[in-house]
């Protein structure tokens, strides 16, 4: 009887641990009404454990929903999951640096999925004067607070999501990505600021559109990105209209181990009607540089696999720049 009764015991402290150590958030209601509010919790340590953040409604964000690592300061999770709940649901705004950015983020995902099935997450931030910003940001942590530690973005997800800049990409000042990895700036070719030991990271089924570049995992010579894996998702829209791609569509450097595979990449370019040609290239995907035009020596990095792809419609412009598949 006494043995009994201490597994009994024992079994209700595991299920009662399990509680404590799992939280469900809420964005969209009366508990969190943006993303970032839900994230500034998160990092006060005010949610542990895996936590679940479900966006129930349209959500304006005001200012960047930025979630820290566990351990920078008070945050301490095991793993986070954004989803909707029950209906597509849209986060938007028009921020300057990131709609939504995961500094040095281990184990978060993103994921649009209602019962395992469609893309029921919208991410759309409305820039048109700012040059490097983007919609989802993911980045090392800043290495100026701790300069002897290099900590990387790991094992993130980002997918089944529809991902917009926004803004018509006629004008090239209008310089906003759909994803990017990188470190303190998104400036791409600035190795001293780019990312450092981003891996595993994964970004799946995603529509991105309406924006300068597609896709961009930006790393640097010192500690290069390894093994991230983009498949299976469609970039650009379905014709040279207003919602398409204005530069290169898939874009990394500094990078080994990279898979990019079954991805559609489509229209992309400005029109020749477009007031700003610029000499950016129109290039459906790109390991090493995005500009063709220049020679620029960058270390590319080792054993890169670019398969199964359909690359299609890049539109050349007047100017130096070219159109590349």
Not at 109 to 120: K, V
């Amino acid at each position: 009887m006494k043995g009994i009764n201490q597994f009994t015991i024992t079994i209700l402290f595991m299920l009662s641990a399990s509680c404590l150590f799992s939280q469900n958030v809420t964005v969209g209601d009366s508990t969190y009404a943006t993303l970032k509010e839900a994230f500034d919790d998160i990092n006060t340590g005010a949610h542990t454990g895996s936590i679940i953040v479900y966006i129930d409604s349209n959500t304006t964000e005001t200012a960047t929903a930025e979630l820290y690592e566990s351990g920078y300061g008070a945050a301490s999770y095991v793993s986070v999951l954004i989803k909707p709940r029950t209906a597509a649901v849209t986060v938007s705004g028009a921020i300057p640096g990131a709609l939504v950015k995961l500094s040095a983020t281990d184990s978060v995902t993103i994921d649009g999925r209602i019962d395992g099935e469609g893309r029921n997450l919208s991410f759309k931030n409305k820039i048109d004067t700012t040059i490097h910003s983007a919609v989802i940001w993911i980045s090392d942590r800043n290495i100026s607070v701790f300069p002897e530690v290099i900590s990387g973005a790991h094992r993130n997800t980002i997918r089944n999501c529809n991902i917009s800049g926004d803004v018509n990409q006629s004008v090239k000042i209008r310089g906003i990505y759909g994803i990017v990895f990188s470190g303190l700036s998104m400036a791409v070719g600035l190795s001293s600021t780019e990312g450092k030991d981003n891996d595993n990271n994964k970004i799946l089924e995603n529509y991105i559109y309406k924006s300068y570049y597609g896709i961009i995992i930006s790393g640097s010579s010192v500690n290069l990105n390894d093994s991230n894996l983009i498949t299976n998702n469609l970039i650009g829209s379905d014709s040279f209209n207003s919602d398409r791609i204005s530069g290169p569509g898939i874009f990394v450097e500094y990078q080994n181990k990279c898979v990019i595979e079954s991805n559609e990449v489509r229209f992309i370019g400005r029109m020749t009607s477009d007031p700003v040609t610029g000499i950016s290239e129109k290039i459906g995907i790109s390991v090493g540089t995005p500009f063709w035009h220049v020679g620029i020596s960058k270390t590319f990095g080792t054993n890169n696999v670019i398969s199964g792809k359909y690359v299609h419609d890049i539109l050349d412009e007047p100017g130096s720049s070219s159109a590349v598949g």
